[in-house]
């Protein structure tokens, strides 16, 4: 499938676990980003990525792991889970910068 | 530390009103803001301004930017329950790292 794509869609997971969140995009978009968003506010990033194997601190890090071993793909890892992550995840690319930004459908995440 | 305001936080207007939407930022290294729609799913994108000055338009919305008070308007004119969603407004810096503000959820009622 064309476009960018996140995977699973919903996760119920127990406080302690891992868990990983998937993404992966068809464009080869050089820019990728995590976002989480809580009821009644807007996206606060939490990975970022400008090219394969390079990736940055956004403004909520704490908690999350991030990769980029190829273009397509940014997994995002809770290493330990907590109720506080419970919460809808996107994923988006970007061709370059400054430029709007293609959102992935979200994950939503519910931390028991 | 970067920081985007929007206001109001919620709006309701009925069918045929006008709203204007506003984001007020605060941002290092300022490359682009930019407006999204957001309807019970994924954001998509309405509009991205990067030169004070020129509004930009798309059929009955339009948004302009003041690069010097550092602060954009969103206009909807006309409104229809179509475009009861949230308005989500971005600044954007270096290497394309975002600052989100909280929206302003707009209900058009019939």
């Known amino acids: 499938d064309a476009g960018i794509t996140q995977s699973p869609r919903y996760k119920i997971t127990e406080t302690g676990r891992q868990v990983t969140l998937m993404c992966h995009q068809t464009w080869s978009h050089s820019y990728m980003f995590w976002y989480r968003q809580d009821l009644g506010h807007g996206l606060r990033l939490i990975y970022y990525?400008?090219?394969?194997?390079?990736?940055d601190k956004g403004e909520v890090p704490d908690g999350y792991v991030v990769s980029r071993s190829k273009t397509e793909n940014f997994p995002l890892t809770l290493e330990s889970a907590t109720r506080s992550q419970t919460s809808v995840y996107f994923c988006a690319s970007s061709e370059r910068t400054p430029n709007e930004q293609y959102f992935g459908p979200g994950t939503r995440l519910t931390v028991t | 530390e970067d920081k985007v305001v929007q206001s109001p936080l919620s709006l309701v207007v009925h069918e045929g009103d006008t709203v204007t939407l506003n984001c007020s930022y605060e941002v290092t290294n300022f490359r682009s803001l930019l407006w999204y729609k957001q309807e019970k799913k994924a954001p998509t994108f309405l509009f991205m301004l990067t030169s004070s000055g020129i509004e930009k338009k798309s059929g009955r919305l339009s948004s302009i930017l003041d690069k010097k008070e550092l602060f954009s308007i969103l206009n909807i004119t006309a409104t229809q329950t179509g475009d009861s969603a949230i308005y989500l407004c971005a600044v954007e810096g270096n290497a394309g790292k975002s600052t989100f503000g909280d929206g302003t959820t707009l209900t058009v009622k019939p």
């Open positions: 990525s400008a090219a394969a194997d390079i990736t």
